[in-house]
């Protein structure tokens, strides 16, 4: 059974780096038929895709995001992680990793979730 | 971006109704929308792939169809499980965008 399950902080500071890291098992992170997905969905609003990164490094952000985030895999580790630099209160979401069919980009599975509230 | 307009936002039904959700795209996104459902404390669970191809190990009362811009989920005789909310998203084009959600409640 995939399953996935992020990890990091609560709560980040105003103007810091909040940094996320998506353990992966069931399935591997090194092969071509995925995409390792970040998601967020903030307090009264929908979900936004934040980008993915594929087993070689090669990524794709969401624009209105691109300047601020980094996404990275760890194959070694079956892991993969999000960096959102400058974060402000608008970054206060439940953080979602999720896997993605290379080709189709459907979710086929997802995390649990992580709630970050940034806060001084 | 393409926005996905979806309703209801929410609905009472009771158990054995048939439901029907739409999502509404701004532009034609070639049947390449999925719906997920998604219960309180839980991430989402992938329902329908392709606006009609149900995944694997989903029942087969949930079912999904549409082109071009206008696509349905419907869920024929509604189970306890069911109640939860359920949300649209278009892979068609990035950035890849969602509905608001169609949270389905109890009668």
């Known amino acids: 059974q995939v399953q996935l399950q992020e990890s990091g902080p609560g709560l980040v500071k105003p103007s810091e780096t909040l940094s996320l890291t998506c353990s992966v098992s069931?399935?591997?992170?090194?092969?071509?038929?995925?995409?390792w997905s970040w998601l967020r969905q903030s307090p009264g609003k929908r979900l936004e895709w934040i980008g993915y990164v594929y087993y070689n490094g090669d990524t794709s952000y969401n624009p209105s995001l691109k300047s601020r985030i980094t996404l990275s895999v760890d194959t070694s580790k079956n892991q993969f992680s999000l960096k959102v630099r400058s974060v402000t209160e608008a970054d206060t979401a439940v953080y979602y990793c999720a896997r993605a069919i290379v080709g189709a980009k459907r979710l086929d599975f997802w995390g649990h979730g992580t709630r970050v509230a940034v806060s001084s | 971006d393409i926005r996905m307009t979806q309703s209801p936002s929410s609905l009472s039904a009771s158990v054995g109704d048939r439901v029907t959700i739409t999502c509404r795209a701004s532009?034609?996104?070639?049947?390449?929308l999925a719906w997920y459902q998604q219960k309180p404390g839980k991430g989402p669970r992938l329902l329908l792939f392709g606006a009609s191809r149900l995944q694997s190990g989903v029942p087969s009362r949930f079912s999904g169809t549409g082109s071009g811009t206008d696509y349905t989920l419907t869920i024929s005789n509604l189970q306890p499980e069911d109640f939860a909310t359920y949300f649209c998203h278009q892979y068609y084009s990035a950035p890849q965008t969602f509905g608001q959600g169609s949270n389905v409640e109890i009668k």
């Open positions: 069931g399935s591997s992170v090194s092969v071509s038929q995925y995409y």
């Open positions: 532009q034609d996104i070639d049947n390449s």
